[in-house]
């Protein structure tokens, strides 16, 4: 079964992107991790994890990321106050 992640850029552009992953890279990915991944023709951006799915992207095909850069997340969920 495909993996996917769904990344944040750092882009003017307020939406998400799907990116394909391996099994291993799906197993090892959290949320809150960089990963670098290719976008356009030939730009690489660091991107954020912000969901790990098998849901294949509709609209377009997804890539592979070039590799991941954390061992750890950097970010996690921020509690709201009570």
């Not at 991944?37 to 994890?49: I, W």
Request: charge should be neutral; hydrophobic fraction near 40%; aromatic fraction near 8%.
């Amino acid at each position: 079964m495909p993996n996917f992640i769904e990344v944040i850029l750092p882009i003017p552009i307020q939406k998400t992107f799907t990116y394909s992953v391996t099994e291993e890279e799906a197993n090892f990915l959290q949320i809150g991790m960089r990963v670098a991944v290719p976008f356009g023709k030939s730009k690489m951006y660091s991107a954020l994890v912000l969901n790990i799915h098998q849901t294949r992207p509709t609209l377009y095909e997804a890539k592979e990321i070039h590799q991941i850069l954390d061992e750890t997340p950097l970010v996690n969920k921020r509690a709201t106050p009570s």
